[in-house]
């Protein structure tokens, strides 16, 4: 891993990011705004239902199939 390896988002997590997880807080981004959270193997499922329950998860891609929407 170097400094511009990313990592996951899970709290204390220091591990290579596999997954990103696309998600939106619809009470105050708009309906197309997507804002990520990468995630490792071990915590994927955890980060997801964390985001899940609350209505925020909208996809979870591989990172390296993830594309930016334009203008992000």
Known sequence: MT?????????G????AVWVLAWN???IHTPERRKT???CEE??????QFLG???FLKD???F???EAPEGA
């Not at 400094?3 to 709290?11: I, L, N, Q, R």
């Open 25 to 27: 807080n619809p009470k």
């Open 37 to 39: 959270w990468l995630a």
């Open 3 to 11: 400094d511009e390896t990313p990592v996951c988002s899970a709290k």
């Open 60 to 62: 979870v891609v591989k």
């Open 53 to 55: 329950v609350r209505g």
């Open 43 to 48: 915590h994927r499922e955890h980060l997801s």
């Open 13 to 16: 997590c220091r591990t290579a």
């Open 64 to 66: 390296e199939d993830w």
